[in-house]
C-alpha cells in the first residue's frame, strides 16, 4: 500500500506541468565552461525543462536496496561465486571501488525496483549543473543532494580510489578514456571534468585508448605520464585490439584505472541479477534472510536466457523484458510483446536475461501547446553504496533515449 506521501509525488508527476527549468541559469554555469550554444543545438533532448518528484518513503526504498546490494555483492561467498564465472581479468582487485556506480530504478505501484545497475554510469557532472539550474514550483520540496559540495566530494572520490591503490604517492595526472571521445554523445561531460581536475590541481587528458602506449611501468600519452585512468568504455574487459596497451598496463598493475573489469564482473553483469533474485542461491551463499527478503522486493526477478527456459519465456514473453547480460545504454534490449520471431531467435543465439516486467512510471510534460506523458526512470549515482546524486531520464519508446521531445535528463525533488 502506498503512503499518501508516495501518492502525493505520483500525482504531481501525472499531473503538474511545470517548467521548472531556468535555462538563463544554466546558460551562466556552463558558458564559461564550454560552448552551451553548441551543446543545446547538437544534443537539444539532452535537458528536459521539468522535473521529477519523488517521495522521501521511496527515497528510503531506493537507498535499502543498494545498501541491500552492496552489502550481498561484496561478500566472501557471492563475490566468489560471481567472479569463478568472470573473465580472468576480472579476478584483478587492486583497491579502488569504482567511480560512478549507476543503479537505474523504475517507480511502480510497488514503489521503486531496481532494473539495472552499470559502473561507468555518464552524466553526473552534468546533472549537477543541471540541479542547480532548476526552480521548484511548489513549496515542501528540495533537492535531495548537496549540490554546493558536489566538485568537492567528486573530487575526493577520485582521490580515495588512487590512495586505495598508491597510498601517500601524489596523483599527477588523469586521463579520461573513451573511444573516438569526442564523438560521445557525452564528450561535454569529458570537458567538464577536464577543466573540474585542472581547478584542482590535477593535469587532465581526453584520450582515445589508441593514443595511450604502455612502456617504462607506466602508461603514457607522448610524454606524459598517466597516473590514473577514469574509464568510459564499453568495452568492460578490454578484450578489443584498441585496448591492448591499456590492458596490459592495468594487468601489470602500472596504472591505477576506475571503474574498471573486476567492478563490471561484480556489479554489472546482468547475469549477476539472477543471482541476487534467487533466494535459494542466496541462502547457500550464506546471505542473510533479511538482505535475501530485501533483494527479492526490489528488484525484478531474473533468469537467464537458456535452452531449458526457453520455450516458457517465449510463451510468457510479454511478462519480461530481455536485456544482453553484458549490454549497456539499452543496447540490443527488448520488450517482450514487442518481440518478433526473428529476433527472438537472434537472442538466444546470445547471453541474455530475461527480467520480469517492472513498467516505469510516467512524466506528464508540456512542449509548446501540446500535453503529453513520458516514461521516467530514476538514477542513483553512488561510490561505495552511498548515493551521491540523484537524476532522471525521460523518454518515450522502449528503452532510455536522448532523442525524446520534452525529454532528457531532469533532475529529481525530494517531498
Request: with cysteine; charged share 25%; proline share 4%.
Given at each position: ?16 506541468l511545470?517548467q ?13 565552461e ?64 569504482g ?79 573513451d573511444e ?36 617504462n ?31 596490459s ?8 584505472v ?15 541479477l ?34 531449458l ?65 513520458l ?25 532510455t ?15
Amino acid at each position: 500500500m502506498l503512503s499518501n506521501k508516495n501518492s502525493r509525488a505520483q500525482i504531481i508527476n501525472k499531473q503538474c506541468l511545470c517548467q521548472t527549468l531556468d535555462k538563463k541559469i544554466l546558460k551562466t554555469h556552463l558558458e564559461h565552461e564550454i560552448n552551451i550554444e553548441k551543446l543545446l543545438e547538437d544534443r537539444p533532448h539532452l535537458f528536459s525543462n521539468t522535473s521529477i518528484y519523488l517521495s522521501q518513503e521511496e527515497l528510503n526504498k531506493i537507498e535499502v536496496v543498494i545498501h541491500t546490494v552492496e552489502t550481498a555483492v561484496k561478500s566472501p561467498a557471492f563475490k566468489n561465486f560471481v567472479l569463478e564465472k568472470a573473465p580472468s581479468i576480472a579476478l584483478i582487485e587492486n583497491g579502488p571501488q569504482g567511480v560512478f556506480m549507476g543503479y537505474d530504478f523504475h517507480l511502480t505501484d510497488k514503489g521503486p525496483k531496481l532494473i539495472e545497475i552499470n559502473t561507468n554510469a555518464g552524466g553526473a557532472l552534468l546533472n549537477l549543473i543541471l540541479a542547480r539550474a532548476q526552480v521548484a514550483c511548489c513549496e515542501g520540496v528540495k533537492l535531495p543532494s548537496d549540490l554546493d559540495s558536489l566538485e568537492d566530494t567528486f573530487i575526493k572520490m577520485f582521490l580515495t580510489e588512487w590512495a586505495s591503490q598508491r597510498g601517500d604517492l601524489p596523483l599527477n595526472c588523469i586521463a579520461i578514456i573513451d573511444e573516438d571521445p569526442e564523438k560521445q554523445y557525452l564528450y561535454p561531460e569529458f570537458q567538464l571534468f577536464l577543466k573540474l581536475f585542472k581547478s584542482f590541481g590535477i593535469d587532465c587528458l581526453i584520450l582515445d585508448p589508441r593514443e595511450v602506449l604502455h612502456k617504462n611501468d607506466g602508461l603514457w600519452f607522448e610524454n606524459k605520464k598517466i597516473d590514473l585512468v577514469y574509464n568510459r568504455l564499453t568495452d568492460f574487459y578490454f578484450t578489443e585490439e584498441k585496448n591492448a596497451e591499456l590492458l596490459s598496463a592495468y594487468r601489470k598493475g602500472d596504472v591505477v584505472v576506475t571503474p574498471n573489469p573486476h567492478h563490471h564482473a561484480l556489479f554489472a553483469n546482468k547475469m549477476n541479477l539472477e543471482t541476487l533474485t534467487n533466494p535459494e542461491v542466496l541462502a547457500g551463499l550464506g546471505i542473510d534472510s533479511v538482505l535475501i527478503e530485501q533483494l527479492a522486493s526490489g528488484i525484478p526477478k531474473t533468469v537467464g536466457l537458456s535452452v531449458l527456459n526457453k520455450e516458457l519465456l517465449w510463451s510468457n514473453r510479454k511478462n519480461y523484458f530481455f536485456k544482453p547480460a553484458s549490454g549497456f545504454g539499452s543496447k540490443a534490449a527488448y520488450r517482450g510483446d514487442k518481440i518478433t520471431h526473428r529476433v527472438w531467435e537472434e537472442i538466444n543465439q546470445g547471453c541474455y536475461v530475461a527480467q520480469e516486467m517492472a513498467l516505469p512510471g510516467y512524466r506528464a510534460i508540456k512542449v509548446g501547446e501540446e500535453q503529453s506523458e513520458l516514461k521516467m526512470d530514476i538514477r542513483a549515482y553512488t561510490y561505495n553504496g552511498k548515493i551521491q546524486l540523484l537524476t532522471s531520464r525521460l523518454y518515450s519508446g522502449q528503452t532510455t533515449n536522448f532523442r525524446t521531445f520534452g525529454g532528457g535528463f531532469a533532475p529529481v525533488f525530494l517531498i
